[in-house]
């Protein structure tokens, strides 16, 4: 099912290089198939000034896929900044790991 979902999100590419769903959704695809490097290339490729807080937390979640825990958090802590609100981190249980270690920061 990833597979084809990397072929769906490639075309979308195609159609436009600068769909950032598509580009992230791409790089998660290929984090969930283990294929990490091809999963940073497509982080590496959105736009570095990324303000969306929701894109920003689907970023956080392909960091995790990736097992970087860092740019996980540094991915959450911008996605803060820019006005997420704190509620809507509750049903990611991707990022349940992060959470309980801010929880015990606190």
Do not use: C
């Amino acid at each position: 099912m990833y597979q084809r979902a990397v072929d769906l999100a490639t075309q979308a590419l195609r159609v436009d290089p600068r769909d950032v769903d598509a580009r992230i959704s791409l790089a998660d695809f290929y984090a969930k198939l283990g294929d990490r490097n091809r999963a940073a290339e497509q982080m590496n490729q959105l736009p570095a000034d990324l303000s969306d807080p929701h894109v920003l937390v689907f970023g956080a979640v392909v960091h995790m896929d990736m097992a970087d825990r860092d740019a996980a958090l540094s991915s959450l802590e911008r996605a803060h900044t820019r006005g997420l609100p704190g509620g809507e981190l509750r049903d990611w249980i991707e990022l349940d790991p992060l959470k309980m270690s801010r929880d015990s920061r606190r």
